[in-house]
């Protein structure tokens, strides 16, 4: 069945390009050619791109994002950026991405603590879970187990109303699948979407919580307009996490195009008069 009140989104994280000088444009190049009916569309620069790229996409609907966020509100940690910080700046945040997993030994109790810190901050947060190559050549059981225990350690401090109201986004994201032009299958991504909301359901228990059904699951990994068809087939699958793709302005206008006739098959873009 289609759940028709997951929203669909594309979310596209620059990493370590753009300048201040040039981010702008590229925001309002992105804007201009991914004006698709019912798609949520994120951008997440760099943190020092933030506020001109807030400032171009004024008045356009598209959300900004962090790329990260420090799991402490504030102190002595030089050259890191807390969640207070970015509330003017930024509306979503990406967290756990496994770039900062690899690169700053991110662990799983940290990401659950910047999750928190993010929600608290009324940030949105995209939380992303994957697995290693090893593990996924161990078969496809042992990767949702792993990302499946990456999912309720992040949750784990934050359930209940808070998380449930948090609009908070999962992020498939395997890890040999990232930057590497080698994307998972859509029948892949979809089994470890289930996986995924069954982790969510299991965090909450019992307490009024963030619902599996509710979450939106969205896959990344060298994701390009050539690919995107096999994962939006899937119905499990909300959306996308975009890299590389996403500083090429006709790869995402392909994305978000091809993005816009799942938002229209679930209802969300408005009929057209
Ligand atoms: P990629 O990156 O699309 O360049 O593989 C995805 C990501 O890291 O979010």
């Not at 970015?86 to 940290?110: C, F, K, P, Q």
């Not at 994307?183 to 969510?200: F, H, K, L, P, T």
Request: charged share 20%; proline share 5%; hydrophobic share 45%.
């Amino acid at each position: 069945m289609i759940p028709p009140m997951r929203p669909v989104i594309v979310a596209g994280n620059w990493k370590m390009h753009t300048t201040p000088a040039d981010a702008a444009e590229l925001a309002r190049t992105m804007e201009a050619r991914t004006r698709v009916p019912g798609v949520t569309r994120v951008l997440c620069p760099p943190f020092v791109c933030l506020a001109p790229v807030r400032d171009a996409l004024a008045g356009q609907n598209v959300g900004v994002g962090a790329q990260d966020v420090h799991h402490h509100l504030g102190g002595a940690f030089t050259g890191d950026i807390s969640a207070p910080m970015l509330r003017d700046l930024a509306t979503w945040v990406i967290v756990g991405h496994s770039e900062r997993r690899r690169y700053h030994h991110e662990t799983n109790e940290m990401v659950a603590e910047k999750v928190a810190r993010a929600i608290e901050n009324g940030l949105r947060p995209i939380l992303c879970v994957g697995e290693e190559l090893e593990v996924r050549e161990e078969g496809a059981h042992v990767a949702e187990a792993l990302v499946a225990d990456q999912v309720m350690d992040a949750l784990q401090p934050t359930t209940g109303e808070a998380l449930a109201t948090s609009g908070l986004v999962i992020a498939y994201e395997p890890i040999w699948a990232i930057g590497t032009g080698r994307n998972a299958s859509g029948a892949d991504a979809a089994a470890m979407a289930q996986a995924i909301r069954r982790a969510v359901d299991a965090a909450s228990g019992d307490s009024i919580g963030l619902r599996g059904a509710d979450t939106p699951v969205l896959y990344g990994g060298s994701v390009t307009g050539a690919n995107i068809d096999q994962f939006f087939a899937e119905a499990e699958i909300d959306g996308a996490l975009v890299g590389g793709a996403s500083l090429k302005p006709d790869e995402m206008a392909a994305i978000v195009a091809r993005a816009g006739l799942t938002a229209a098959a679930r209802g969300l873009a408005p009929a057209r008069s």
